[in-house]
Each structure stands twice: as structure tokens, then as C-alpha cells.
Nanobody, 115 residues
Framework: QVQLAESGGGLVQAGGSLRLACAAS????????MGWYRQAPGKQRELVAS???????DYADSVKGRFTISRVNAKNTVYLQMNSLKPEDTAVYYC?????????WGKGTLVTVSS
């Protein structure tokens, strides 16, 4: 059974930093794409950043220059380094991992940025 375990959320002041991690277990193959989505209260889930197995990352315009996504293929793990956090970054952050015929989600980790 494939599971995505997220960690690293929490409460931080505006301007601060957090690092999220997501480790996939129960899978032997490499996911083609791993990424992070977020959902703020009353809003739809949106893509924050994604990275393919051996390619460059993509970011939402709202986080470019502040967030960095990376992955360790050997561990099927993806990270999200979040710097210069803003109150509008407050949301539940979800890890996503997918390949052809597979699409998995983590349970989410809450990030709260206070002003």
C-alpha cells in the first residue's frame, strides 16, 4: 500500500521559513512527478510546485523566488523549502505523487503564518 507521509508544518511568523518533507513508502518504482499543493480555508486546492524525476521544477507565480522544491529519487522523497513566508501562504499543504496510472495524496500538513 502506497503512503505519502508529510512533515514539517507548523506556526511561523511572517518572513520566517519552514521546510516540508514528504516520503513515499510502499512503492518500488520512481514517481514521474512529485509536488505540493495547498488549500486555504474557503478556497480550492492549488498547485504550489512540482518536479519531474529528472527535470526542472515548476512553481506557482505566487511562490516564485520564495519556495524551492527538490527531491531525492533514491528515497522517493520530495521537499519544499519555504522562505519569506506571508500570511497568505497559510493553508494545508498536500504532497502529491503520480505516474502513469497512479496518483497519490498525502493527508496534509498545516502551515500557519502569523502577521
Amino acid at each position: 500500500q502506497v503512503q505519502l507521509a508529510e512533515s514539517g508544518g507548523g506556526l511561523v511568523q511572517a518572513g520566517g521559513s519552514l521546510r516540508l518533507a514528504c516520503a513515499a513508502s510502499g512503492v518500488t518504482s520512481l514517481f514521474g512527478v512529485m509536488g505540493w499543493y495547498r488549500q486555504a480555508p474557503g478556497k480550492q486546492r492549488e498547485l504550489v510546485a512540482s518536479i519531474i524525476s529528472y527535470g526542472r521544477p515548476d512553481y506557482a507565480d505566487s511562490v516564485k523566488g520564495r519556495f524551492t522544491i527538490s527531491r531525492v529519487n533514491a528515497k522517493n522523497t520530495v521537499y519544499l523549502q519555504m522562505n519569506s513566508l506571508k500570511p497568505e501562504d497559510t493553508a494545508v499543504y498536500y504532497c502529491n505523487a503520480r505516474s502513469v496510472g497512479m496518483n497519490y495524496w498525502g493527508k496534509g500538513t498545516l502551515v500557519t503564518v502569523s502577521s
